[in-house]
């Protein structure tokens, strides 16, 4: 009597983050697994993973969850950019609907330490409402697609730094760093005395690519405008890291 091999269990990662690649990267050489990342599409050239890789939306929650169903998933992770609030409600309404265990992979936030000067926001408005009693020279690491909230600055100059070339509109005096993450402390220090920056604004992107410029930041005495991460949908379970998402695939109710 011969043994039927186990069936191949379809895992689904959102996200082209760090943490995303690394995770397809452990499961592809599972041969018991099938991995799909999902990518937003929003990267012009962007790092794919290993595994199958799709790119571009799926058309709201209903969408998700119809690909779901069709490829017969058995665990979704959303790996996303903390800031992906989108992406992640929509995750949760799909996983819910067709019943997919669905857990999010989140690098911990950042914690201030003595010496910073951070001014925590809600938003990259409140953010732009900050700017004018802190400085005038602004280091932007918020993303090509936040220019617009500080469109109205007439009277600040703006070193905004992207992957990819921002679009309008954005403040007119904006200076346009194209660069990609990791950064070194070195490289930040140079960018901040060589621009005379006096104020960084960033999000709470945690993780230890992006984080050297708020060392730069301590270090020359800047204030740092941050803006807070949205809060995960609620029923959600998270973990920190790779190996966290590992477990929970591997545990029991997955049978991964």
Request: include cysteine.
């Amino acid at each position: 009597m011969s043994v039927q091999p186990a069936p191949v269990r379809h895992v689904l990662i959102l996200g082209g983050t760090t943490e995303a690649r690394r995770l397809a990267e452990r499961l592809a050489a599972d041969p018991s697994v099938r991995v799909t990342s999902s990518l937003a599409g929003r990267v012009a050239e962007p790092r794919l993973p290993a595994g199958q890789v799709r790119i571009g939306g799926f058309g709201g929650p209903s969408g998700l969850a119809s690909w779901l169903r069709e490829q017969h998933v058995d665990a979704l992770i959303d790996a996303t950019h903390p800031f992906a609030g989108t992406i992640s409600r929509n995750a949760a309404e799909a996983a819910a609907e067709v019943h997919v265990p669905l857990l999010a992979l989140r690098r911990p936030s950042w914690v201030p330490v003595p010496g910073d000067r951070w001014h925590p926001v809600d938003s990259l408005a409140e953010a732009a409402d900050a700017l004018p009693g802190l400085g005038r020279r602004v280091f932007l690491t918020t993303g090509r697609q936040g220019l617009a909230a500080f469109a109205h600055l007439t009277d600040h100059h703006f070193l905004a730094r992207s992957v990819d070339a921002p679009e309008a509109p954005m403040p007119p005096h904006t200076e346009v760093l194209l660069d990609r993450g990791p950064f070194t402390l070195d490289g930040e220090r140079a960018v901040c005395r060589e621009h005379r920056i006096d104020v960084l604004v960033t999000k709470d992107s945690g993780g230890a690519a992006t984080a050297p410029k708020l060392t730069a930041a301590r270090e020359l005495g800047l204030p740092v405008v941050i803006v807070r991460r949205p809060e995960l949908p609620r029923g959600v379970p998270a973990v920190p890291d790779v190996p966290g998402a590992l477990a929970w695939l591997a545990s029991p109710v997955r049978a991964l």
